[in-house]
């Protein structure tokens, strides 16, 4: 029996050259097909041709129409020639239909669909076996709402059930699962600022309708991989779990994630509940998120220094554990309360560490006052050794300061501090306020420290008040620098951009009695003896090099020391002055002393535009005397220029001091 | 050689625009308050913005490279008359007069324009010259292009392997801090701080017509365009 149906149609479908061939066996038993030359439903599924069903072993009974293990033999566009397994079941009597179409070839794997309609509720379950992302998102491009010149890559092996009720002709969506795994996914946004790759996942997950809200459960669990939404962060390698609960309330807009649950194996552990307003632009309502110990090397390492790039805290070593909670509420953090436990921080760059780092701090908003706690075992400031502190603070809304005074050790010093108040925390105008005092720290352990030539003596001074304010670090008091002999005063001590490409610095220094002999051997200068007097105003160094000051050393006037200047210091300085010939010439006067006597000595230096406007002791003609003789063996140095490249002078000088000069015999 | 001559010529006609403003400066300083403008030297502006530009970039302008004055042998600063060690007989015994003349400034540098020859501004030059081979891909293949303020900025993330963004964006902040710290440091340098705006300016127009074909710009309005 065949029955040529012609066109038949429906309000979203249209199938054109519908032919149905029925043979008829032994009892309910018959050979079943139907083809239908072209079937035009609604996009994306667009224009199927020469589908073909056969069913060799149908079922035809009053009650039951069956067709237990029968083919489907399709032509689209898009996918070609296709054939897969059908069979399905309807009853008569109450309209029970179900379906399957088994080993579908689709985009490089295999898909198996089956549909079930029952008394006004239906489901589909659509699995994938080894499909690939890449050519299924090119079958998916010409859908309504896929987003255009987006990318998805990867093995898919997914299992999603859904399932919805029909009600006056409309299908409605009741609730989704999907579970299963993908490999080596990879995706991006249009933009490309949105993207991932190389992640490997299993994923369960399920959302349903309650009501008119909508609930989901989910569980994601990814080893390795890729993702970016605009920083881009690099999964562990190792299982990390994420659990999520949801609920949307479409009519308020709201959105519950209630919990969230983070979950690196036993590095680290977090919760977190937020609620979010989806209605016009999403917003943030309210957040709490909640560490349980982990390690901050996870926390750090793998999901904050994403976000630090830029800042000076974006690339350090860390070790020990952190644990804590954070919460937002009604558009501002509304407490923090942190717990480290023998935490380690150490930047790369080299400037700043902390080592075992112990304690807790809490912070409210509002005007309660909190106390923290915070001690570590040392730390340093570039290569300055920092000892052990216990600190505690109490914080009141966004000022912090200091409790009870503190004390850091410094190298072999200390400082003690008085006060340490830190104001307007999070806001642009941050202030700093410190009043210390350094304790002598050895000048032997600080130019070690620093790289530079061993000095001897001490360094300590009172600071009465450093204030710190936009970038800009000024010191109040008077850093005394107890150095060859006599003191070394700084004042108006200013730092601008500290942290910056630029760091600048201001000071005033004052020079008081140095001894020549420990200064001259501290640099390998030669000898020379007596006493030196001097300032330095207007220092101005920017990245710390000097650009601008105003200089002035010399032999104090009441100096009555003993005024020596040896044959190598002599040779030295005439080598900073830019001599050549000079050494063949003063080696045979010179050598028959090893020593000369001298009255006063000094130089000047004005700084400014990379020059030095250079002046001496005394006036001598045509120029100005840097050593004036007196006493036996007398010697006379005298300088004619006034005007002297800077740089120049100072590769001389670096020459001079390294090599320790030319020898004289 | 011949950019130094450039270089007296510009002083020169500093020194000539000035001094009648300073003639008519003193009378009228005499009856009242008065402001004297100091104009922003837009050429010379631009042709330090270009020396430090060719130095980032790793070009050579012209046949000679751009050298600041301080880097020349020594010969050329030391004059003749350096150091000398003349015995004097006086009569107290052996006495010795050193004459030191130290360096000689030339006064071609003394008198520059527009100096961009301070200890920041060539560390702030050599870190950009350093950092400029690591984004040269980036600027190449359109990923990063020179925004209209003078700075760069990631314009086709897609265009960036995934293992390569955290990278290029501290690439992205670090040069971006380096340019903002280098404007700022020439007009501090020169002493006029009001200038970095103008330096600013300038350097924005001179990265992109120094930069190759190819290279992505931002223009005026901030559309991006494509060096051509």
């Known amino acids: 029996m065949t029955l040529d149906l012609g066109s038949l149609q429906g309000p979203t479908w249209r199938a054109e050259g519908v032919n149905v061939a029925l043979r008829l066996r032994e009892g309910d038993r018959a050979k079943l097909s139907a083809t239908v030359r072209r079937l035009t439903l609604p996009p994306p599924l667009g ?56 080993a579908l070839a689709l985009a490089g794997g295999r898909v198996d669909v089956s549909g079930e309609y029952d008394r006004g509720a239906w489901t589909a379950r659509i699995a994938t076996r080894q499909v690939d992302g890449a050519r299924l998102a090119e079958l998916l491009a010409s859908l309504p709402g896929w987003p255009a010149a987006s990318s998805l890559g990867g093995k898919l092996d997914l299992h999603a059930t859904l399932s919805g009720d029909v009600a006056r002709g409309q299908a409605t ?85 209630h919990p969230i649950q983070l979950t690196q194996g036993q590095a680290l552990q977090a919760t977190a509940n937020v609620r979010l307003r989806l209605d016009g632009r999403p917003r943030l309502v309210a957040a709490q998120l909640e560490l349980a110990p982990s390690r901050l090397k996870a926390v750090y390492g793998t999901w904050l220094q994403p976000l630090l790039i830029g800042t000076p805290i974006d690339s350090l070593d860390t ?165 060859f002999d006599g003191s070394i005063t700084v004042r108006g001590l200013r730092l601008e951009q500290l942290f910056g490409a630029v760091p600048q610095l201001y000071a005033d220094v004052d020079l008081r009695g140095l001894d020549l002999t420990s200064l001259t051997r501290t640099f390998s200068f030669g000898n020379i003896q007596g006493r030196l007097d001097g300032h330095v105003r207007g220092l101005h160094l920017v990245d710390w090099k000097p650009v601008a000051f105003d200089a002035r050393l010399a032999t104090p006037s009441n100096d009555d020391s003993r005024h020596r200047i040896s044959q190598k210091a002599v040779d030295n300085l005439t080598n900073l002055g830019g001599g050549g010939i000079t050494g063949a010439l003063s080696r045979s006067l010179l050598g028959i002393f090893k020593e000369f006597s001298y009255d006063r000595l000094g130089i000047s230096c004005r700084l400014h535009d990379g020059i030095c406007d250079m002046d001496g002791v005394a006036p001598a003609p045509h120029g100005y005397y840097i050593v004036k003789g007196g006493g036996l063996p007398r010697i006379d140095i005298i300088g004619y220029a006034h005007e002297v490249d800077w740089n120049e002078l100072l590769a001389r000088l670096a020459s001079v001091t390294a090599h320790e000069g030319p020898v004289v015999k | 050689m011949a950019e130094r001559t450039k270089g007296n010529d510009m002083s020169r006609t500093r020194t000539s625009r000035w001094w009648p ?176 705006q103008q330096i600013r300016g300038t350097f924005a127009r ?16 901030g559309n991006w365009a494509q060096k051509q």
Not at chain 1, 183 to 194: E, H, I, M, V
Not at chain 2, 169 to 191: C, F, H, P, T
Not at chain 2, 206 to 221: E, H
């Open chain 1, 47 to 102: 224009v199927i041709r020469n589908a073909r069903i056969t069913c060799p072993r149908a079922r035809l009974s009053d009650t039951v129409i069956a067709c237990p293990q029968g083919t489907l033999a399709l032509h689209t566009p898009r996918l070609g020639q296709r054939q897969a397994g059908l069979s399905f079941r309807y009853r008569t009597t109450d309209k029970k239909l179900e379906l399957h179409v088994s």
């Open chain 1, 173 to 257: 969506l009741r609730s989704a699962q999907i579970k299963g795994s993908v490999s080596k996914l990879a995706f991006s946004s249009a933009d490309g600022r949105n993207a991932g790759e190389d992640i490997d996942a299993d994923i369960d997950a399920r959302v349903e309708r309650r009501g008119r809200s909508w609930q989901a459960t989910g569980r994601v669990t990814t080893r390795g991989g890729t993702v970016c939404i605009g920083p881009c962060w690099t999964l562990p390698d190792t299982d990390t779990t994420a659990r999520l609960e949801a609920r949307f309330d479409p009519t308020s807009g709201s959105l519950d994630l």
């Open chain 1, 319 to 483: 070790a020990g554990r952190i644990s804590g909670n954070v919460d937002y509420r009604a558009g501002s953090v509304q407490q923090v309360n942190l717990f480290v436990d023998d935490i380690y921080l150490d930047d790369r760059a080299q400037r700043f560490g902390i080592y075992g780092a112990s304690g807790r701090i809490h912070w409210s908003g509002g005007d309660s006052l909190r106390e923290s706690h915070l001690r570590w075992r040392g730390g340093h400031l570039y290569r300055v050794r920092l000892g052990a502190a216990d600190l505690a603070f109490e914080s009141q809304g966004s000022d912090l300061r200091l409790a009870r005074p503190a004390s850091v050790a410094i190298l072999d010093g200390g400082l003690q501090i008085d006060h340490f108040s830190l104001d307007g925390i999070g806001t642009p105008a941050l202030r700093s306020s410190f009043d210390a005092v350094l304790t002598p720290v050895s000048m032997e352990a600080l130019t070690h420290a620093l790289g530079w030539p061993i000095m001897s003596g001490k360094l300590s001074g009172v600071i009465p008040s450093v204030t710190y304010k936009g970038g800009e670090l000024q010191v109040g008091g008077v850093l005394l620098v107890r150095a």
């Open chain 2, 21 to 196: 403003a300073g003639l008519l400066a003193l009378p009228l300083l005499l009856i009242a308050c008065v402001t004297i403008n100091v104009y922003f030297p837009a050429a010379a502006a631009e042709k330090a913005a270009d020396r430090i530009i060719l130095d980032v970039y790793g070009k050579k302008p012209g046949q000679a490279p751009a050298k600041t004055p301080e880097s020349k042998p020594d010969g050329q600063t030391s004059p003749d008359q350096s150091s000398r060690l003349i015995p004097h007989d006086g009569q107290h015994g052996p006495n010795l007069l050193v004459r030191l003349a130290f360096a000689l400034v030339p006064p071609a540098q003394a008198a520059a324009d527009l100096s961009i020859s301070s200890p920041a501004i060539r560390s702030l030059t050599a870190s950009m010259a350093a950092r400029q081979k690591s984004l040269q891909p980036y600027f190449a293949n359109g990923a990063i292009g020179l925004t209209n303020d003078g700075l760069i900025a990631l314009r086709k993330p897609g265009a960036v392997p995934l293992k390569e963004r955290n990278r290029l964006r501290k690439l992205i902040e670090q040069e971006n801090q380096d340019r903002n710290a280098l404007y700022r440091e020439i007009a501090r340098a020169n002493g006029h701080p009001e200038w970095e």
């Open chain 2, 206 to 221: 001179r990265w992109v017509a120094n930069a190759p074909k190819g290279w992505w710009y931002q223009d005026a309005k």
